[in-house]
Nanobody, 126 residues
């Protein structure tokens, strides 16, 4: 049974940093895609950053240069380092996994990701 468990969310002031973690269990695929998504109240879920098993990454324009996605294969843990946070980054953040190697543009598309975590809240105050 695949489980994704996010952690690391919290409340920070604008300009601060947070690192989100997503621990995966029961999930061992040689070819995969993983991503971070966020959803603010009243808004649709949007892709933030994605990574493939070959190391290819993709970022939403709104976070490029501020956020970094990485995956520790030994620990089977996905990370999102978030720097220079802005109030508009406030949202529930979710990690997701798909046991296929997606096209780069599709890394940020929530559709058809097989597995999702429960989310971790990020709140950025001005």
């Amino acid at each position: 049974q695949v489980q994704l468990v996010e952690s690391g969310g919290g409340s920070v002031q604008a300009g601060g940093s947070l690192r989100l973690s997503c621990a995966a269990s029961g999930y061992t695929y040689s070819s995969y895609s993983m991503g971070w998504f966020r959803q603010a109240p009243g808004k649709e879920r949007e892709g933030v950053a994605g990574i493939r098993s070959d190391g290819t990454t993709n970022y939403a324009a709104s976070v490029k240069g501020r956020f970094t996605i990485s995956h520790d294969k030994d620990k089977n843990t996905l990370y999102l380092q978030m720097n220079s946070l802005k109030p508009e980054d406030t949202a529930m953040y979710y990690c997701a996994a798909d046991p296929t190697r997606r096209a780069v543009w599709a890394l940020l598309a929530p559709k058809d990701y097989n597995y999702w975590g429960q989310g971790t809240q990020v709140t950025v105050s001005s």
